[in-house]
């Protein structure tokens, strides 16, 4: 008989359905080899549709296939039959009597938690109302513990469907982070693109410098030939006049000292090389992070200023001219009607006498009269898309680009290209009834 239990006791987890704690009803195997009920089954995958995960082993699969079992339906069967006859047999064969008394065990006592036989409340110890008969204590007990069976499949069910939740999230995540890669991997090829193109309009401006300065060059050498043959002819003549009579050499030098006194040398156009510049904008979405991360509110020292710098009373301004280096600053302009913004070049003024001089040469971009100029040589109208509230002002004096973008979204919108000899001032203007201009590092 223990023989029997003991085989019963290894088989019987294997004849327990994993979702409902009890034996296998019409059991069904699938992919991944585990068995349940197959009603279990079905419920576990009611509401899913294109992945199926196995309630034991979370194994993922495509397809609801299952298959059914009847051999092991038939074990089951069996095996509960043993199991209930062994049951009896053993209750019965269990059935034990009080040592003291030697009855068999038929009541229980609840103050101590133990069996007695009927002659126990007799005695000292076990005495009170709190003796009741086993069967039905036994059956308050059972039913309790059913209730507990059912706590736990309700809790089994929550956690279930806790993972379920878990994986529809991850395949969410999953798809969020794909979207994100194709969202890069299209800003990149763009950003690509633009710089193809930004590199191929270089090389064209760079070919057209090359053409301008052969094109000089021809011009100064046909420039030196011409006075190279004019320098020749008056030699020529002065040679022919040189053998001729006094009277003819008399009659002729007052006309050739007048060619000789008018005779210059040509006019040569400098060979400059202006370097080509490209539209990049001066700040990235990496720099923006770390510099809107990392930024702190900062004054500065007049006592440690340079003398040729001016610290104001806020401590936070300073003016300072602009002849070398890279430099970038934002003008918030808001709704203003007319403004103006950019670099001046400053020309020392004999006539001057306050601290500022008179502007000699300015590159702004401007709002008049409700358009967008570009203002350098000559105005250049300006088709925007959006109205700026803030212009962003980029200047690289060694490479002579001036260069202009709206600071909401860094979009570039006009810059000049000129090889600046000069000190640069930054430079503003607005209607004396508009609201000040706010100037900052901008929004980067």
């Given at each position: 008989?223990?023989?029997?239990?003991a085989?019963?006791?290894?088989m019987?987890?294997?004849?327990?359905?994993?979702?409902?704690?009890?034996?296998?009803?019409?059991?069904?195997?699938?992919?991944?080899?585990?068995?349940?009920?197959?009603?279990?089954?079905?419920?576990?995958?009611?509401?899913?549709?294109?992945?199926?995960?196995?309630?034991?082993?979370?194994?993922?699969?495509?397809?609801?296939?299952?298959?059914?079992?009847?051999?092991?339906?038939?074990?089951?069967?069996?095996?509960?039959?043993?199991h209930?006859?062994?049951?009896?047999?053993?209750?019965?064969?269990?059935?034990?009597?009080?040592?003291?008394?030697?009855?068999?065990?038929?009541?229980?006592?609840?103050?101590?938690?133990?069996?007695?036989?009927?002659?126990?409340?007799?005695?000292?110890?076990?005495?009170?109302?709190?003796?009741?008969?086993?069967?039905?204590?036994?059956?308050?007990?059972?039913?309790?513990?059913?209730?507990?069976?059912?706590?736990?499949?309700s809790?089994?069910?929550?956690?279930?469907?806790?993972?379920?939740?878990?994986?529809?999230?991850?395949?969410?995540?999953?798809?969020?982070?794909?979207?994100?890669?194709?969202?890069?991997?299209?800003?990149?090829?763009?950003?690509?693109?633009?710089?193809?193109?930004?590199?191929?309009a270089?090389?064209c401006?760079?070919?057209?410098?090359?053409?301008?300065?052969?094109?000089?060059?021809?011009?100064?050498?046909?420039?030196?030939?011409?006075?190279?043959?004019a320098?020749?002819?008056?030699?020529?003549?002065?040679?022919?006049?040189?053998?001729?009579?006094?009277?003819?050499?008399?009659?002729?030098?007052?006309?050739?000292?007048?060619?000789?006194?008018?005779?210059?040398?040509?006019?040569?156009?400098?060979?400059?090389?202006?370097?080509?510049?490209?539209?990049?904008?001066?700040?990235?979405?990496?720099?923006?992070?770390?510099?809107?991360?990392?930024?702190?509110?900062?004054?500065m020292d007049?006592?440690?200023?340079?003398?040729?710098?001016?610290?104001?009373?806020?401590?936070?301004?300073?003016?300072?001219?602009?002849?070398?280096?890279?430099?970038?600053?934002?003008?918030?302009?808001?709704?203003?009607?007319?403004?103006?913004?950019?670099?001046?070049?400053?020309?020392?003024?004999?006539?001057?006498?306050?601290?500022?001089?008179?502007?000699?040469?300015?590159?702004?971009?401007?709002?008049?009269d409700?358009?967008?100029?570009?203002?350098?040589?000559?105005?250049?109208?300006?088709?925007?898309?959006?109205?700026?509230?803030?212009?962003?002002?980029?200047?690289?004096?060694?490479?002579?680009?001036?260069s202009?973008?709206?600071?909401?979204?860094?979009?570039?919108?006009?810059?000049?290209?000129e090889?600046?000899?000069?000190?640069?001032?930054?430079?503003?203007?607005?209607?004396?009834?508009?609201?000040?201009?706010?100037?900052?590092?901008?929004?980067?």
């Amino acid at each position: 008989m223990e023989e029997v239990s003991a085989v019963l006791a290894k088989m019987h987890p294997e004849l327990i359905c994993p979702v409902c704690l009890d034996y296998l009803d019409n059991p069904i195997t699938i992919d991944c080899s585990h068995n349940f009920c197959a009603s279990c089954i079905r419920t576990s995958w009611k509401d899913l549709q294109d992945r199926f995960p196995c309630p034991v082993c979370r194994r993922a699969l495509q397809e609801m296939r299952v298959s059914g079992n009847a051999q092991l339906g038939r074990l089951v069967d069996l095996v509960k039959l043993l199991h209930s006859s062994g049951s009896r047999e053993m209750a019965q064969a269990e059935e034990h009597r009080c040592e003291e008394h030697r009855q068999v065990v038929s009541l229980f006592c609840e103050d101590y938690q133990e069996p007695v036989c009927p002659l126990c409340p007799q005695g000292p110890v076990h005495q009170g109302p709190n003796i009741r008969p086993g069967e039905e204590v036994a059956h308050q007990y059972r039913q309790r513990l059913g209730g507990f069976i059912e706590s736990l499949k309700s809790q089994r069910a929550t956690v279930e469907k806790l993972l379920v939740i878990q994986e529809k999230k991850l395949l969410q995540l999953r798809e969020e982070v794909r979207m994100h890669n194709s969202q890069l991997a299209s800003e990149f090829e763009q950003l690509t693109q633009f710089v193809e193109r930004e590199q191929e309009a270089a090389l064209c401006r760079l070919a057209k410098e090359d053409k301008r300065l052969q094109q000089q060059l021809r011009a100064n050498l046909e420039a030196y030939w011409d006075h190279i043959w004019a320098l020749k002819d008056l030699r020529r003549e002065v040679a022919e006049w040189s053998v001729m009579s006094k009277e003819m050499v008399l009659m002729g030098v007052r006309g050739l000292q007048k060619r000789w006194a008018g005779l210059q040398s040509p006019v040569m156009q400098p060979l400059l090389f202006r370097p080509v510049a490209y539209s990049l904008p001066p700040l990235c979405s990496a720099l923006s992070s770390i510099i809107w991360r990392f930024r702190e509110r900062i004054s500065m020292d007049p006592y440690m200023a340079h003398p040729s710098l001016r610290v104001f009373q806020d401590l936070m301004s300073v003016t300072c001219g602009f002849a070398s280096g890279r430099h970038y600053w934002a003008v918030q302009v808001g709704a203003k009607p007319k403004w103006a913004v950019g670099v001046c070049s400053v020309a020392p003024s004999a006539q001057a006498t306050g601290p500022l001089a008179s502007p000699k040469r300015c590159w702004t971009l401007q709002l008049q009269d409700g358009d967008y100029l570009a203002l350098g040589a000559g105005p250049v109208p300006l088709a925007l898309r959006d109205q700026p509230a803030a212009i962003g002002v980029y200047l690289d004096w060694e490479l002579g680009q001036l260069s202009f973008y709206n600071a909401a979204d860094r979009s570039h919108l006009h810059s000049f290209t000129e090889p600046f000899a000069q000190e640069l001032k930054p430079y503003f203007l607005l209607r004396p009834d508009c609201a000040p201009l706010s100037v900052g590092v901008g929004r980067v």
